[in-house]
């Protein structure tokens, strides 16, 4: 997968790897916006009243 | 040739799969204190700069129509200095996940601050920038202050940390059966969960309210200026 990605990127290695790295925080602000917060319901941390909301 | 292609896709879906549980820790663990130690902040700075700009002597408590709060709207600030001396966070209206991650969450069908009844609070333990992590500490005799902007409640702590399970909902009652109080009152309880990463249990502390004083008369003895 990544060896597919880092192929199909253009540019010499130094382009590939800037467009990497910005690729990477990409995927890390999705994640820290919008999946996380999404998940972390699921899980028991967030379970602190007592009428089950 | 596929061998390869299939443990070399395997392998890249592990890191993967490692990568983001250690994301999802570091979000849990360093980000979600970070976000509602900002909320937190900008909430008491706006509750702060809202109750400078109305006159402050108005009325005293007793005779103040209980305002209406509003969902996820800030209302008062709480301090318990046994959690820190400068241990503070605001308290807003209602108990729904997006604004508990901003602060203190004061059951909707509970009485207002100060009020007769059971002014009940709810605060995350762990996550969220911690606001009740140390809540085990607290013993009878420990002072729960908050303001909301004209008064200054002090009610001290006479029953807890108290355990129960998630659906006990009598101990938010106007008179909680357990708490050992024997008639109406001026009360507040305060929930969290308990063990300190799990859900199985809530922690529960009764106070009942011991003092209250103008904001004009300065901050009360209890928080030690």
Same mark, same amino acid.
Not at chain 2, 103 to 121: D, W
């Given at each position: 997968?990544? !060896?597919?990605?880092?192929?199909?990127?253009? !540019?010499?290695?130094?382009?590939?790897?800037?467009?990497?790295?910005?690729? %990477?925080?990409? %995927?890390?602000?999705?994640?820290?916006?919008?999946?996380?917060?999404?998940?972390?319901?699921?899980?028991?941390?967030?379970?602190?009243? %007592?009428? !089950?909301? | +040739?596929?061998?390869?292609?299939?443990?070399?896709?395997?392998?890249?879906? $592990?890191?993967?799969?490692?990568?983001?549980?250690?994301?999802?820790?570091? &979000?849990?663990? &360093?980000?979600?204190?970070?976000?509602?130690?900002?909320?937190?902040?900008?909430?008491?700075?706006?509750?702060?700069?809202?109750?400078?700009?109305?006159?402050?002597?108005?009325?005293?408590?007793?005779?103040?129509?209980?305002?209406?709060?509003?969902?996820?709207?800030?209302?008062?600030? +709480?301090?318990?200095?046994?959690?820190?001396?400068?241990?503070?966070?605001?308290?807003?209206?209602?108990?729904?996940?997006?604004?508990?991650?901003?602060?203190?969450?004061?059951?909707?069908?509970?009485?207002?601050?100060?009020?007769?009844?059971?002014?009940?609070?709810?605060?995350?333990?762990?996550?969220?920038?911690?606001?009740?992590?140390?809540?085990?500490?607290?013993?009878?005799?420990?002072?729960?202050?908050?303001?909301?902007?004209?008064?200054?409640?002090?009610?001290?702590?006479?029953?807890?940390?108290?355990?129960?399970?998630?659906?006990?909902?009598?101990?938010?009652?106007?008179?909680?059966?357990?708490?050992?109080?024997?008639?109406?009152?001026?009360?507040?309880?305060?929930?969290? $969960?308990?063990?300190?990463?799990?859900?199985?249990?809530?922690?529960?502390?009764?106070?009942?309210?011991?003092?209250?004083?103008?904001?004009?008369?300065?901050?009360?003895?209890?928080?030690?200026?």
């Amino acid at each position: 997968m990544y !060896g597919w990605i880092w192929r199909h990127l253009p !540019g010499n290695a130094w382009v590939r790897a800037l467009i990497s790295i910005v690729l %990477v925080l990409a %995927v890390v602000y999705v994640l820290f916006q919008y999946v996380f917060p999404w998940a972390e319901p699921l899980l028991p941390f967030n379970d602190v009243t %007592v009428d !089950g909301q | +040739m596929t061998v390869r292609l299939v443990v070399r896709s395997l392998s890249e879906l $592990c890191i993967t799969a490692g990568a983001l549980v250690v994301l999802f820790v570091a &979000y849990l663990l &360093y980000w979600t204190g970070v976000q509602a130690a900002d909320a937190g902040a900008a909430q008491i700075d706006t509750l702060q700069r809202e109750w400078a700009g109305t006159p402050v002597a108005a009325a005293p408590a007793p005779a103040r129509v209980p305002a209406p709060y509003v969902t996820g709207k800030g209302f008062a600030v +709480m301090y318990v200095p046994r959690l820190g001396r400068d241990w503070e966070w605001p308290v807003l209206e209602g108990t729904g996940p997006d604004v508990l991650k901003r602060g203190l969450g004061h059951y909707a069908r509970t009485a207002p601050l100060g009020a007769t009844g059971n002014f009940a609070v709810a605060g995350h333990r762990r996550t969220h920038g911690d606001p009740f992590k140390d809540f085990p500490r607290l013993r009878p005799g420990d002072a729960i202050v908050l303001t909301d902007g004209t008064t200054w409640f002090t009610y001290r702590i006479d029953r807890g940390p108290y355990r129960t399970v998630p659906g006990d909902t009598a101990v938010v009652d106007p008179v909680p059966r357990k708490s050992g109080f024997d008639g109406p009152g001026r009360y507040l309880t305060l929930t969290t $969960c308990d063990p300190e990463w799990g859900s199985s249990h809530r922690l529960i502390v009764w106070a009942h309210l011991d003092a209250t004083r103008p904001v004009t008369d300065g901050r009360p003895q209890a928080l030690g200026s």
